[in-house]
């Protein structure tokens, strides 16, 4: 027998489609907070129980409007292209639901209880207090989320909090971007202290990148338009750590996929976009990775994610102005070169020094002309030959794979003949002649041992005579108080405060390279946060493989050891005796990764067959 479901489990199942986790919640009360008018927004959140508390200055909403704004179907946003008039509706179905509202032309406030407006006189509510709500304005609670979807609360409760907080500010940024004359604060209940911890201050004319995130960067301002879709946003100037890539379709963000996300990072790498000099002091590699960007396209249809033809002019159009953007970074060209030629419209696109938000939304077409582009793609680049490849230990380079049957090292299946150039040793190997570079072998060797020694270390953190403090923005604190076990593996001990980490213990490696650069260990660390939180570091490491675990270190570490290993090793020019050379390849035998040294560069290349 075929039964409908009962009306109740059918409300469960749409509300969890509409509410699926804790910022698509505060995503949507806060934007009906805008949508009333409001300028003036607090934010109290509650992780243990679930629970959203929100205070508005917003128009109020009349005791008649009051009775019908949990309704399903009924909407204020009746104009608006998609609204359905169920956000309400579902939260209720979700959450014990409270809502108090003021509007202008009353003189006490409202408050909706069983569907019916009642005169409200006083609210005690814990840490949820109602503070004063005159002359008009809305405050909206919705305790204990999804406590009818246990599965789906016991995901979130055990979600990282600076998961949770980071997916909250990305739903504060989809909000203001297109709002951004509003003073915001956000506060986490802290059980501990029985206090309100802030984590967000916006006052309405500062950049939101940097007070949500702490991106610093300067922001250039750009603009597009093809035919009837328009493209509006900022690139930052410089490459940051974290990775802040935003696209907001009809003000709804919209995550680019892997390979999206990949041909655009693609096309700032390719242009140098990385090689700024923010640096280490080791093999010369940037701290700082990512380009930041941001756009809001407005399409005229909010279905352009599902119409696969405009989103891939969409992607086109942003293509090409990250592109224009990246060209007008280059050295200027010889002037017997053909001159380019810019419109006025370029000009003013690439120096306004209108922020995002305040831009004037008239159609300006200086950066994509009216017809589909049908650029080629730039073939990728050829993998040089061993002849080509520098001999800089600070370079990083990419090589075929060797496998073992191309070149067995099993050192009876060798014999060295000689060494070539101080530089190179010439084996024999049954069929081959391959030679072994001796500067990348010794490299590898002892690559892999420091490797080794670190991570079998019982307690590699040393107490610092002086601590050692820097500044920290409150999301960043948050990830170096989400990592600390893992960063007290590796010998990095810190306490946190307010806004500021001080660091206790260091590993002997760290601690000789630091001194008391506090920024250059601070933007050590914070390279490793982010990593952890993009999963590309494992949190938690098998210390019983020391190999696995290598590649989970801090990036600094690795960078260091890699640095001792090649001012260690066997230079180019150094006179070895046959003895040393075997000894050399009976050591390179025993690496898990014999074939290249530590940072890339091949150790061994087969020349020649053997007839």
Known sequence: MILRLDESVITQIRSHTIFHSLDSVVRELLQN????GAN???IKIDLSSLSVYIHDNGTGITPDDLEKVTLQHYTSKWHSHNYKGEALFALKAISNLTIISKAPDYTIPFKLNNSVAELYNEYSGGYFQIGDINPQGTVVIAANMFRNIPVRREQIRTTPHAKLVEAIKVAVLESLTPNPRVNLKIFLVNHTTLQLDQIVAICGHSPLL?????????????????????????????PITAKHQYVFVNDRRVTLSLGESKR???????SGFNDIDFR????????YKHPTFMFRVYPGKREVVQDSYTWNIVLRIIYKIIAKFLDRRQPPKPLLSTPPIHRTSDKYILTTKTKLGFLKENEIDGLVDNRPYHGKEAPLPRIPTIAHLPHQCTSTHTTPHLTSSQTDLAPEKFRVINQVDRKFILLAADDQLVVLDQ????????VEQYLQEFVSQPNPGLRLHSPIAFDVHASELMLFDQYAANFNSFGICYTTDTAQVVITHLPLILLTKVEDDAEFLKDSLLQHCYDLHDHVKRISPN???????????????????????????IMFGDILTKDEMQ?????????KLPFQCAHGRPSIVPIANIM
Request: some cysteine; glycine content about 4%.
């Open 33 to 36: 907070s805008l949508d009333a």
């Open 40 to 42: 003036e927004i607090t």
């Open 210 to 238: 940097f007070q949500l995130f702490g991106v610093k960067t300067k922001f250039e301002p750009v603009r597009a338009k093809f035919k009837n879709i328009k493209v509006v946003g900022v690139i930052g100037r410089e």
């Open 264 to 270: 655009l990072n693609d096309l700032f790498s390719s």
């Open 280 to 287: 280490t002091k080791t093999t010369d590699k940037p701290f």
């Open 439 to 446: 500067h990348a072998s010794d490299e590898r060797i002892r």
């Open 543 to 569: 210390f019983d493989n020391w190999f696995e675990t290598s590649y989970h270190l801090p990036r600094i570490i690795t960078e260091l050891i890699n640095s001792k290993a090649c001012r260690s090793a």
């Open 583 to 591: 000894d050399l390849v009976n050591k390179l035998s025993r690496c």
